[in-house]
């Protein structure tokens, strides 16, 4: 197994060849071949997945476990076990999200089920983070005695970029709680990172950013501002909505459209936003993602959705103002119920199967993360390539060549030919060493990427 030395001391380690990842299936988006390898095998609902500042995968699984994930090797880096997560059901570790500026701040909030004095209730907690140790502590319950049962929680966490932080619920089985603007259920809420309520909130004083909801699992923002969600229906209208403060999303007087007599004067009387799409019969939309990576092209300017009982993914491109859902295609089939999302600054997607939540019928490697990536895509710089230069020597090699970079940040990937990736790791300092040993003499390619651009150049071995 070929690994990228580097001389900074970086928090990743060693990073293996993705290559070495077992390929378990291929499709085809447009004319590009997507492969879908196994990353990490034997895991028990993941929950949660978001590429952190790390360049690793954090994740939650319901159980109350958080971890770290290589991305390269699919290693499991165990942080926390939650003690006092209640799991039952649908009920357990849910959301993750991190601090925006996590190296000076180095906070991670989740949120969970627990039980006080016999009842099923859920908060919001702010871990720290220690690199040296490994580890998760210091908890500091932010928000916390909502309304819980072992359905019906949300619930997923997303940091925006004026550093609140939006917190999806469910209506917890108490369906007139989602129209009551005195309770955190059915709601998506908005929260400054210390806990307190943003002073622009849409009412002040409260918590809440927008209401009607029954069980939003799906929270994501575009570049541009516009947060979409993904939301649970009954046996009807799974739906996609465009969020926007203040506004009510019908539940439970309204399913779905407002295409029903009492809908359309309710909708009418209450400043109901409808949804982009739904779906009838349901498919239980749970993450929700953007793609817009020149590595899939077909894929750019997309909502992506795991589904968990129709076992898929979903792709939803929009229409340019991001008002409407032009298309649905599907892909993915065969690995059963789909739960958590995240995509990578390389354009892979990382997928989490939800096969032992109590629902699905596990295989012997259940659960997995998947990774899904067009294998022949090669950077190309996006502006002021001319000015990334980086040294590399000896070359040609043999056991080792080192490169000298222009700037500390840089990330680097080593490719054969067809431009699939062997190896990548981000560099903190000026140097890297690239350890060759035992890769078959030949031609590859270095590509080095930096905030102005990349570059690449040819390396010879052996």
């Known amino acids: ?240 909505n465009k969020i926007e403060a203040g506004r009510n999303y019908g539940w439970p007087t309204v399913e779905g459209y407002c295409n029903l007599p009492a809908e359309l004067a309710f909708c009418a009387a209450n400043n109901v936003r409808e949804p982009l799409t739904t779906w009838t019969p349901t498919i239980a939309p749970a993450a929700l993602q953007y793609y817009d990576h020149p590595a899939i092209p077909g894929w750019r300017g997309s909502l992506l959705v795991a589904a968990l009982g129709g076992s898929r993914l979903v792709q939803l491109p929009l229409d340019a103002a991001g008002q409407a859902i032009t298309a649905r295609n599907e892909f993915l089939t065969g690995f059963g119920r789909l739960r958590s999302l995240c995509v990578s600054p390389q354009g892979r997607v990382y997928v989490g199967t939800s096969n032992r939540d109590g629902r699905g019928t596990p295989a012997p490697a259940d659960d997995r993360i998947l990774v899904l990536e067009n294998l022949a895509y090669m950077p190309t710089a996006t502006r002021n390539a001319a000015a990334v230069r980086f040294d590399l020597f000896p070359n040609p090699a043999r056991q080792q060549a080192t490169l000298r970079l222009p700037a500390p940040g840089a990330h680097v990937t080593i490719c054969d030919l067809l431009g699939r990736r062997l190896r990548e790791q981000a560099v903190a300092g000026l140097t890297a060493t690239l350890d060759l040993s035992g890769l078959p003499a030949g031609s590859y390619l270095v590509a080095v990427a930096t905030a102005t651009g990349t570059a690449t150049r040819p390396l010879s071995v052996e």
């Open 1 to 240: 197994m070929k690994k990228l030395l580097l001389t900074a001391g970086l928090a990743g380690g060693l990073l293996a060849a993705r290559a070495q990842a077992p390929v378990v299936g291929t499709f085809t988006v447009g004319t590009t071949t997507v492969t879908v390898s196994a990353l990490t095998p034997n895991l028990a609902t993941v929950w949660e997945l978001v590429w952190g500042p790390d360049d690793f995968l954090w994740a939650t699984e319901r159980a109350g476990r958080i971890s770290r994930i290589n991305p390269a090797t699919g290693a499991v880096l165990p942080l926390l076990t939650i003690a006092d997560v209640t799991q039952n059901t649908e009920s357990g570790l849910l959301g993750l999200a991190l601090h925006p500026d996590f190296a000076a701040q180095p906070y991670v909030y989740v949120v969970y089920n627990y039980t006080d004095q016999g009842a099923l209730k859920e908060k919001l907690v702010r871990f720290t983070y220690s690199a040296s140790a490994g580890t998760l502590d210091a908890p500091l319950v932010l928000l916390g005695g909502i309304g819980a049962t072992t359905t019906h929680s949300g619930s997923r966490l997303l940091v925006l970029p004026d550093r609140t932080l939006l917190m999806t619920t469910g209506d917890a089985q108490q369906q007139p709680e989602a129209q009551s603007r005195a309770s955190l259920n059915g709601k998506i809420l908005r929260l400054n990172l210390d806990g307190t309520v943003p002073a622009d909130n849409p009412t002040p004083g409260s918590y809440l950013y927008t209401f009607g909801h029954r069980n939003p699992q799906g929270l994501v923002q575009l570049a541009n501002g516009r947060l979409y969600s993904s939301e649970h229906g009954p046996n009807n209208d799974d739906e996609i």
